[in-house]
């Protein structure tokens, strides 16, 4: 499972610059990687996360749904700006979003199975497509590459010090972190298509 959220956060920008026709190919995935979550989050995941931690998971779901929001105006922000403060912000806020997805596909096994560790699995291709359409235009490749290779040794952390401690900890904080991951792929399937429209925009302002 941890190799697979590894592959699926390089396949999107890997497709995208291997297949012409402005990354078609890599969007058109995205879009059926978007289906196959929709079926995932409303029919197995939310249900599940509110049948075990009641009307909270309310508002941890609501905790993740905003967190990707923020992150990507902070990295948008300093795309166009090139505030170092801002980047620096938005990238410790991508790799807090790395860790948790590691601690996830860990925390799957105690709680809510397998569902949870494809909905990560999944959803990775469009995060790792979006860092790269966003910061490559701005920053180059080396740094949307750097960006992604960081988010996974993140990613691993994440998984290696939560299998660790997890047989130690609260069902309960296990339910909340998975709620808070459910929220933020909410957040990736209602907002995807804002990636897709921005991914061109800074290739065109560099053209003139």
Request: hydrophobic share 60%.
């Given at each position: 499972?941890?190799?697979?959220?590894?592959?699926m956060l390089f396949?999107?920008?890997?497709?995208?610059?291997?297949?012409?026709?402005e990354g078609g190919a890599a969007r058109l995935i995205d879009r059926i990687v978007v289906v196959i979550l929709v079926l995932l989050v409303m029919l197995l995941l939310v249900p599940h996360t509110v049948h075990e931690l009641g009307l909270w998971a309310l508002l941890y779901l609501s905790v993740g749904?905003?967190?990707?929001?923020?992150?990507?105006?902070?990295?948008?922000?300093?795309?166009?700006?090139?505030?170092?403060?801002?980047?620096?912000?938005?990238?410790a806020g991508l790799l807090l979003h790395a860790l948790l997805d590691g601690a996830g596909l860990a925390g799957s096994a105690y709680s809510s199975?397998?569902?949870?560790?494809?909905?990560?699995?999944?959803?990775?291709?469009?995060?790792?497509?979006?860092?790269?359409?966003?910061?490559?235009?701005?920053?180059?490749?080396?740094?949307?590459?750097?960006?992604?290779?960081?988010m996974a040794l993140v990613?691993?952390?994440?998984?290696?010090?939560?299998?660790?401690?997890?047989?130690?900890?609260?069902?309960?904080?296990?339910?909340?972190?998975?709620?808070?991951?459910?929220?933020?792929?909410?957040?990736?399937?209602?907002h995807r298509g804002h990636v897709h429209r921005a991914g061109g925009a800074p290739n065109a302002h560099h053209q003139h």
């Open positions: 499972m941890l190799l697979l959220s590894l592959i396949a999107g920008p890997v497709l995208y610059l291997s297949v012409p026709r749904y905003g967190l990707p929001g923020l992150l990507e105006t902070l990295v948008r922000r300093a795309a166009e700006t090139m505030h170092l403060a801002t980047l620096s912000l938005a990238l199975g397998p569902v949870l560790a494809l909905a990560i699995i999944l959803h990775r291709f469009g995060v790792g497509l979006m860092l790269w359409l966003i910061m490559q235009p701005a920053f180059g490749a080396r740094a949307a590459w750097a960006m992604l290779i960081g990613t691993v952390v994440g998984y290696q010090w939560s299998a660790t401690l997890l047989p130690y900890t609260d069902t309960r904080v296990i339910q909340v972190v998975q709620a808070i991951i459910t929220g933020t792929i909410m957040h990736s399937l209602v």
